[in-house]
């Protein structure tokens, strides 16, 4: 139950950007690497940076780096011709 107060706390009474980390100012109270990865991950989409110590965490950011490589390398779509 702490956690979560601990959370909610930081989410309603904190400033407009919620972070959060394993270092103060960010630190909530039970939340571990798994937990601000996973944030970082899913809520920031920093899956392609990131590398994670957690296997599924690492499998995910594995696969997100492929993809971004894989946009990045796609050539630009076509633009339709102007209707006049």
Do not use: M, Y
Request: charged share 20%; aromatic share 8%.
């Amino acid at each position: 139950l702490k956690s979560l107060t601990a959370i909610t706390r930081a989410f309603l009474l904190g400033d407009d950007a919620f972070e959060v980390g394993l270092q103060p100012p960010h630190k909530i109270h039970g939340v571990g690497k798994f937990s601000v990865h996973s944030f970082l991950i899913f809520c920031r989409d920093q899956g392609a940076a990131l590398k994670p110590e957690d296997a599924a965490l690492t499998t995910f950011c594995n696969w997100r780096r492929k993809t971004v490589r894989a946009a990045a390398a796609a050539p630009a779509p076509a633009s339709a011709p102007d209707s006049v």
